[in-house]
């Protein structure tokens, strides 16, 4: 089975349509599936939405946060709840193609138990991109990343990663990073355990209505990547 996990957080105006082409598309596709939207706490009509199609739609189940804990939260949450051999995570807004996807999943063999979406590479295509000031403050971030804890990844913070499930269980059930940094632990826990990492170059859409405050997330972001540094020493 594949799992498709997708978190949620105020996101009733574009979810249901995405929904609905991750049911085409995977519906089309032949394969055993199930999709795994957490809603982190919304205060809009993104929870009642999913649950009104999952009534017709038996791959989908819906999870829910009383209260707004954070992306990272909510993907551990779906991850943890999966029971697919691949576990896949993307953003509701569906920047990165479905059809991106065996792409990632063929390298997962061997060691190599973490396929990641990447914007980074040479071969990557942005067809729409971020404000100018977003992608410095992405790239800026990247750097320091590879500086501190993990180089060689290119592009951390794509929302389209996927996963085996025994590397699901062992990088989200310890998870200490519950918002937007949360991708840099999950990758650093990897390589602890000794398993590859495929970057993939994508492409890619920016979708506007964003759910990233640039300036309060962009610090905590910062904040978690100095703790995961000091713990990684100790």
């Not at 905590?220 to 990684?232: A, E, G, T």
Request: net charge positive.
């Amino acid at each position: 089975m594949l799992s498709i996990v997708v978190p949620a957080y105020n996101e009733s105006g574009r979810l249901p349509g995405s929904l609905r082409r991750m049911r085409e598309h995977f519906d089309a596709a032949g394969e055993e599936y199930e999709v795994i939207v957490v809603d982190d706490g919304s205060a809009d009509e993104t929870y009642a939405s999913s649950v009104e199609l999952a009534r017709g739609w038996p791959q989908l189940r819906v999870l829910r946060f009383t209260r707004n804990r954070g992306k990272g939260a909510a993907v551990r949450e779906g991850m943890l709840a999966a029971r697919g051999e691949h576990r896949l995570f993307s953003d509701a807004d569906l920047s990165t193609p479905l059809d991106e996807l065996p792409r990632l999943r063929e390298k997962l063999t061997g060691t190599t138990r973490v396929a990641i979406a990447s914007r980074g590479l040479r071969d990557s295509q942005i067809e729409v991109h971020q404000q100018k000031r977003r992608e410095l403050m992405g790239r800026t971030y990247n750097k320091l990343l590879q500086l501190l804890v993990l180089r060689g990844v290119h592009d951390s913070q794509c929302g389209f990663k996927v996963f085996t499930a025994d590397a699901a269980v062992a990088c989200f059930e310890p998870l200490r990073t519950m918002r937007f940094g949360f991708d840099a632990e999950v990758l650093v826990r990897a390589k602890a355990h000794g398993w590859e990492i495929a970057e993939v170059p994508v492409r890619w859409r920016h979708v506007e209505a964003s759910r990233v405050n640039s300036l309060r997330d962009s610090s905590r972001m910062l904040f978690d990547l100095v703790r995961l540094r000091l713990s990684r020493r100790r």
